[in-house]
Structure formats: structure tokens, C-alpha cells
């Protein structure tokens, strides 16, 4: 089997307390992970769960305590800044917030050309380069002219894809890329994902709370609760045939149109809830 593009081996994440003798907050316990080329790797679990932590980590904004995470096999974790930056050229981010992750004063070709000048792209390589990726994420070619707020939060997320894709990462970390989104909005942005891999073999690390969503996209899904990834698989295993409690418990949680179904679905929810805290307290 071929090596994985990213692997995360016993990661623990330590944030830092207040005062000497805090011991700080114990985010992440020994999560282990890979993710192949062109492969979708979803991660879901409620909020507080460590989701966005790891995804920090992978990018190198949270501090690693122990454990390790490779990309194409060479230890990344703890690099000095400016090995990061070559590496941040690899492995990009789209956050969850269309309207606050992109700077309301710069036009959206200002907002493209930053990763490429900082890599030393200019004047007409950089237009052509902006002009591509406008087409690839579906935007009008005079898009590039106008500021952010003339656009809609789809529109929005699809100018951060396309920040994403400047520099031709094999790696992008969707933190909740879809979650502000609305229906129709989110099916759109998941196709337009969907055909970016295909066209460019890129690999994502799918991050969201909504388990229905992950499965959609994802070729693989792990569960994260408290810090742990308790289950991992196909999705189609996670999601008919779960092994967690806690996964069913997320699946009970997805809403059904039968209002009879919801409130039978809604007393399981409580009960498995029920049982945990019961067992973690025993
Ligand atoms: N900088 C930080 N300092 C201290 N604790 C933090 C910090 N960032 C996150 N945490 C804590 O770590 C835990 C995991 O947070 P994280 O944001 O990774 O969860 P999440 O699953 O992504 O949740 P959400 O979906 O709400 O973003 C939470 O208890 C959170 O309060």
C-alpha cells in the first residue's frame, strides 16, 4: 500500500493554562489518523469535540504535546516558521465563515494575488493565474474587480476555495466549510469540492458536526468525541452498522420528516446519553 499523504500518530494536544500550576486543557488524546491522496477523509462530533483542534495541528497552530503528524512521510509537527511557510504551499485551510475570512477592503483579485506574490508570482502569470481560478471555482471573470460584499455567502466561500487552490495544495482542510450555508448553497460548494478532486487528485480533511453531510462527501469518516476518535471506517459502516454509542447517538440526532419518528428517535437520544454519563460515573 502506498504511503499515506498525511498520517497523525498519537497526537495529544496540551493548551496552555492560566497561572504556573495550571496543567492546561487536555484537547486531543492520542489521535491517530491518515489521509491518502485524492482521498476525503470526514471528521464529525459535536462542538468541543477537538475537530477544529486537529485540523490546527495538521496546519501547525496548535501546539502538538506528544505524538506525530508526517506529510509525504517527514515529520511536520513543532517545524520552525519558516519551513512551515514552504509547507503551507501543500496543506491549505477554508474556514466556516465566508463573511469574516475574507477582508472586506481588498477586491477579490487582491485577495487571490496574496499567496501568489508571496511566492514571487507577478504581473501577467498572476492574472492568468486568477483568471483560471475564477473559472474553476465557477465566478465571472470580472468578479475579480469587486469587493467581497457584492457577493453572496456561496459566492463568498467559493472566492476562499479559490484562495485555497492558488497555490496548488495537495491537502486542504475544510473546517465547517459548508455549515454557514444554506441547503442549496451546500449542495453546490460539496459538487464543486467533489470536482475539484476529481480534476486535481487533491485530498481533503472534511471537518463538520453534521454526520449526514461528512457521509455525503467523504470516503472514509472518523468520530471524534472528547478529544478521541472513537470510530472509524467507510461511511456507509459508521452510518448503518456503528460500534460507538456515541455514534448512534449522533445519527438519532439527524433530523427524519416523521414528527413520531423524531420524538421515538429523540427518547433513544436522551437514553444512550443517559447510559454514558451513567458509565463514566461508575
Ligand atoms: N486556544 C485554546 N485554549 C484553550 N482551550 C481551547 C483552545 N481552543 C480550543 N480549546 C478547547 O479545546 C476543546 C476542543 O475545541 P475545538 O474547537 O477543537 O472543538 P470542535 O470540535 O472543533 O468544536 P466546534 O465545532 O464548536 O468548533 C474545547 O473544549 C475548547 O474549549
Do not use: W
Not at 26 to 54: F, H, M, N, P, Y
Not at 56 to 80: C, M, N
Not at 196 to 213: C, K, M, P, R, T
Amino acid at each position: 500500500m502506498t504511503e499515506p499523504l498525511l498520517d497523525v500518530r498519537d497526537v495529544e494536544v496540551r493548551y496552555p493554562g492560566r497561572g504556573l500550576r495550571s496543567k492546561g486543557f487536555l484537547a486531543l488524546r492520542g489521535v491517530s489518523l491518515d489521509i491518502r491522496e485524492g482521498e476525503t477523509v470526514g471528521l464529525v462530533g459535536e462542538s468541543g469535540s477537538g475537530k477544529t483542534t486537529l485540523g490546527r495541528a495538521i496546519l501547525g497552530l496548535a501546539p502538538v504535546t506528544s505524538g506525530s503528524i508526517t506529510y509525504r512521510g517527514r515529520e511536520i509537527s513543532g517545524l520552525p516558521r519558516r519551513q512551515r511557510r514552504t509547507l503551507s504551499d501543500q496543506i491549505q485551510v477554508v474556514f466556516q465563515d465566508p463573511y469574516s475570512s475574507l477582508n472586506p477592503s481588498m477586491t477579490i483579485e487582491a485577495i487571490l494575488s496574496e499567496p501568489l506574490t508571496v511566492r514571487g508570482g507577478a504581473g501577467r502569470e498572476a492574472r492568468d493565474r486568477i483568471a483560471e481560478l475564477l473559472d474553476q471555482v465557477a465566478l465571472p471573470s470580472d468578479a475579480g474587480r469587486r469587493l467581497p460584499r457584492e457577493f453572496s455567502g456561496g459566492q463568498r466561500q467559493r472566492i476562499a476555495i479559490a484562495r485555497a487552490l492558488a497555490l496548488e495544495p495537495r491537502l486542504i482542510v475544510c473546517d465547517e466549510a459548508v455549515s454557514a450555508l444554506d441547503l442549496s448553497n451546500q449542495k453546490r460548494i460539496l459538487r464543486l469540492l467533489t470536482e475539484i478532486q476529481e480534476d486535481s487528485g487533491v485530498s481533503y480533511l472534511f471537518v463538520s458536526h453534521d454526520l449526514a453531510v461528512v457521509r455525503h462527501v467523504s470516503h472514509r469518516v472518523a468520530v471524534m468525541y472528547r478529544g478521541e476518535i472513537v470510530e472509524s471506517g467507510d461511511g456507509d459502516t459508521v452510518t448503518s452498522d456503528p460500534e460507538h454509542p456515541y455514534t448512534r447517538r449522533l445519527l438519532l440526532a439527524a433530523p427524519v420528516p416523521d414528527p413520531d419518528l423524531q420524538a421515538r428517535r429523540r427518547r433513544e437520544r436522551a437514553a444512550l446519553a443517559a447510559r454514558e454519563n451513567h458509565e463514566r460515573t461508575v
